[in-house]
């Protein structure tokens, strides 16, 4: 059974774009997640999906956003890059909504220069 | 705000070793508190512990839930160089599958 795979695993954008990353959750689960990781703050929630639809979202500015597709693959897109948004972004998918047991995919790592 | 807090930040053991990791919360309608292993990039699920399940033991590896002292402990024994790892705990409150995670031990286990 293939695992959380997240696309792209590297990249490099500059201060003013923006990005978009990609999460293809285990088969079956229908609940997608979102976590900012950097050193300095750990692993930060940013959302999760469920069903297509935003079911809870942290505390992060509107320039993050994401959607859930019928097939519940996710994005993730973050606009007006900052330096600070420089960090792993992690995936992870889940049977139900509430569960905790979460799979995390390999992330996304993010550098904005 | 819901907040976990983990000590120590870091250890160092020899192989055969045993650890005690502590994991500390405080967190607005408590559901569940969960423990992670991060090797590399993703973070790997060990343990969940509730009300209804405050201890869980998988190998050399078990955990204890103290609901009355809001906290926890990881214990691991007879280390091994595999087990060098950050070790994350988190806890679930009611909103579905947000977790707020505490920022790690670091776990370095030496030949």
């Known amino acids: 059974k293939a695992g959380v795979t997240q696309t792209p695993r590297y990249l490099i954008k500059t201060r003013g774009q923006q990005v978009t990353l990609s999460c293809s959750p285990i088969?079956?689960?229908?609940?997608v997640s979102w976590y900012q990781q950097t050193p300095g703050q750990g692993l930060q929630f940013l959302f999760e999906?469920?069903?297509?639809?935003?079911?809870n979202k942290g505390n992060f500015p509107g320039r993050f956003s994401g959607r859930q597709f019928s097939n519940s693959r996710s994005e993730m897109n973050v606009s007006t890059l900052e330096l600070g948004d420089s960090a792993l972004y992690l995936c992870?998918?889940?049977?139900?909504?509430?569960?905790?047991?979460?799979?995390f995919g390999e992330g996304s790592r993010l550098t904005v220069l | 705000e819901d907040k976990v807090v983990q000590s120590p930040l870091s250890l160092v053991v020899h192989e055969g070793d045993t650890v005690t990791l502590n994991c500390s919360y405080e967190?607005?309608?408590?559901?569940?508190l969960l423990w992670y292993k991060q090797e590399k990039k993703a973070p790997t699920f060990l343990f969940m512990l509730?009300?209804?399940?405050i201890e869980k033991k998988s190998g050399r590896l078990s955990s204890i839930l103290d609901k009355k002292e809001l906290s926890s402990i990881l214990n691991i024994t007879a280390t091994q160089t595999g087990d060098s790892a950050i070790y994350l705990c988190?806890?679930?409150?009611?909103?579905?599958?947000?977790?707020?995670f505490g920022g790690g031990t670091r776990l370095m286990v030496k030949p």
């Open positions: 992870a998918s889940s049977l139900r909504q509430i569960t905790g047991e979460l799979f």
């Open positions: 088969s079956g689960h229908r609940s």
């Open positions: 999906y469920f069903s297509e639809t935003q079911r």
């Open positions: 967190v607005t309608n408590f559901r569940s």
């Open positions: 509730t009300s209804s399940g």
């Open positions: 988190a806890v679930a409150g009611n909103a579905g599958n947000m977790l707020t």
